[in-house]
């Protein structure tokens, strides 16, 4: 199955700007787990070297070309831009379940946890926490929450 999945990348040609390209391909991988939501579980070496994922794999690596950086660098790259997708993916599919599966509405869940969070803040006993949260009390844009954790891996790697 996650072979048959892994065909499903679309495989183009790539830009020069491997930024630019890599960001495009965790997005696209992105897309792909939302379609196939059972697949962020499974992720793993086990199931990496199917003939689908390494055609998958030299595809981002051939994005990678004009990155001044080793090979095994490069795997490390694609490895972490990976995990990030997968990681955020799977926490997006468990947010949208526990709202699915709620007995009243993602408002009510959103009104409950802020006031749960709130009284432990107002103990004092987490004030770090209440200064992060204090500074964008508002929702979180979950488009630009990918973007910026996916350009902070980069970054780590320009």
Request: charged share 25%; glycine share 6%; with cysteine.
């Amino acid at each position: 199955m996650v072979d048959a999945v892994s065909g499903e990348h679309e495989l183009w040609e790539p830009t020069g700007d491997w930024r630019a390209d890599l960001l495009r391909v965790a997005r696209d991988t992105r897309a792909l787990m939302h379609r196939h939501p059972w697949l962020p579980r499974l992720l793993s070496p086990v199931y990496g070297f199917s003939p689908n994922a390494l055609r998958y794999l030299e595809h981002c690596l051939a994005c990678l070309d004009p990155l001044d950086a080793s090979h095994g660098t490069k795997v490390e790259l694609v490895a972490m831009v990976n995990g990030v997708v997968a990681t955020f993916v799977g926490n997006e599919l468990a947010t949208a379940e526990r709202t699915r599966s709620l007995p009243w509405s993602a408002e009510r869940e959103q009104e409950v946890r802020a006031a749960y969070v709130a009284a432990r803040l107002a103990s004092g006993a987490y004030p770090r926490l209440a200064a992060a949260l204090a500074e964008d009390p508002g929702p979180v844009d979950m488009e630009a929450a990918f973007e910026r954790a996916l350009g902070r891996v980069l970054d780590g790697f320009a």
